[in-house]
């Protein structure tokens, strides 16, 4: 340590050769002003001086350039006055004079580990700060459950408005007062919130925001404008794709119907005929239903809500899967309850048929693909009051690797021309209808899938 030794009180004899015979670097001022001189020009690490009141308000000086300096005072026993005034002063040490070596090191060893532990801090802090300022996108320090701005980057600073009051939060504004007292609550555990598609200062931002000290909140911004924009018209291309392949896909349906109805053909192309038409059709459910996904996806679909007997969306679902069905010699039980279901039951669901039609044509055409050969898929409905329960079983086993995100967009294993779309679409369908998709899954009991759907209002029901 640089150590500064101040006055010539008889006290302060043999200091110096003290604190050089323990390797430290010994400074000199004879009064308070050289003392001050002397501490501007080398900014010691340690003061050592008499605790007279006079030595005290060099300290006071002193500390109005390093308000953090360590002090020893030396101490005259017998003066109650000197040391009540040094007892007072914040900050400081002292030994009693005559001066023992090992007491004084001891304290000088004591002020050289506090600086040790501040210089640790310091540079803890400057790198912290340097890392915060350093990063491309917003980040700031917010405390005081979101209402206090610590600090904040430049990226931060940048997006402020000119107008706004210098203690005003970026992006604060933009996120809805409950929301914010919800994830800037210090008593909550230190996990992280994240915020998707947050509007501010005419951008859209991925938002997290976790508390990293006590009452401290780490909050940083994504720009995802760019990808944003890139998805909406990666999504155009894809609706306009789609309705382009629909008109000429409904051609076929018509020319197959044609062919299937009215033309002089044999018997076997007839059924040909027949198949090209369940196809198209199929082909245009699916075509309907990815246009229709993207609107399901940005909030902007209101499905047509009608009665609908939910055995004729399950019949056609399983036409559709019919010649995987009879490749794999497969069988389609179907129970109400834990019992055969009756021919011609009515089980009246309340949804728009079409869309209900496709979603346990995914379903099902899932649990088809799923299940080992020569082996039975069940269906099971249940009337639960105002719902109507649809389980679907097979005996295979969802991949371990995807049952976390089974329902995610493009989550899809094994399959060679999968694209993860069904059971998302599926589970998207369910739930603009007012119902849900679950399901369990292990190597021991096959996989399950329980669709719930709402029955009818009770003023239809009636009708």
């Not at 007072?88 to 060893?109: D, I």
């Not at 349906?253 to 369940?278: P, Q, Y």
Request: glycine letters at 6%.
């Amino acid at each position: 340590m640089n150590i500064l030794l101040v006055g010539d009180d008889p006290r302060m004899n043999g200091l110096a050769e003290i604190v050089s015979r323990n390797n430290h670097n010994t400074l000199y001022a004879s009064d308070a002003d050289k003392a001050l001189f002397t501490f501007a020009r080398s900014m010691p690490d340690l003061l050592i001086m008499p605790g007279s009141h006079e030595y005290t308000i060099t300290l006071q000086r002193i500390r109005e350039i390093d308000t953090e300096i360590e002090c020893i005072f030396i101490l005259d026993p017998a003066n109650c006055e000197e040391m009540q005034t040094v007892f007072t002063t914040q900050g400081t040490s002292f030994v009693p004079a005559p001066v023992a070596e090992g007491a004084l090191l001891s304290k000088m060893n004591y002020c050289g580990e506090r600086l040790e532990m501040r210089a640790k801090l310091n540079n803890q802090q400057q790198l912290s700060d340097l890392i915060l300022h350093g990063l491309p996108f917003p980040a700031m320090l917010i405390s005081g459950k979101g209402k206090e701005l610590v600090l904040a980057n430049k990226k931060a600073r940048s997006l402020h408005p000119e107008e706004s009051g210098p203690n005003e939060i970026p992006f604060i504004h933009a996120i809805e007062t409950e929301i914010a007292d919800s994830i800037f609550d210090p008593d909550s555990s230190y996990r992280l919130h994240t915020l998707n598609g947050v509007k501010a200062y005419g951008q859209y931002w991925d938002i997290s925001v976790e508390q990293v000290l006590p009452g401290i909140f780490l909050f940083t911004a994504l720009d995802i404008t760019q990808q944003r924009n890139q998805l909406q018209l990666r999504e155009e291309m894809e609706r306009i794709a789609r309705h382009d392949l629909r008109s000429p896909t409904a051609t076929i349906v018509g020319f197959a119907n044609v062919l299937e109805t009215e033309s002089d053909l044999s018997e076997e192309n007839r059924m040909t005929a027949g198949t090209i038409r369940k196809t198209a059709e199929r082909m245009i459910r699916i075509i309907d239903t990815s246009l229709t996904l993207i609107r399901l996806e940005n909030g902007s679909f209101s499905p047509d809500m009608h009665p609908f007997n939910i055995m004729n969306a399950l019949n056609a679902a399983e036409a559709d899967v019919s010649q995987t069905i009879q490749e794999k010699s497969l069988e389609i039980k179907w129970l109400l309850g834990n019992s055969p279901l009756p021919e011609g039951v009515p089980l009246v669901s309340y949804g728009e048929a079409s869309m209900v039609v496709t979603m346990f044509s995914n379903l099902i055409k899932n649990a088809v693909e799923a299940a080992p050969g020569k082996t039975i898929v069940t269906v099971k409905l249940r009337d639960l009051g105002n719902m109507i329960c649809t389980e679907i079983h097979n005996h295979g086993e969802v991949p371990e690797e995807i049952r976390n995100n089974f329902f995610d967009r493009y989550a899809t294993s094994g399959k060679k021309h999968g694209t993860g779309l069904g059971t998302h679409s599926a589970r998207l369908i369910a739930r603009i209808m007012g119902g849900d998709i679950t399901f369990t899954s292990s190597e021991e009991e096959g996989t399950t899938l329980k669709v719930l759907l709402p029955k009818p209002p009770q003023n239809q029901q009636d009708q």
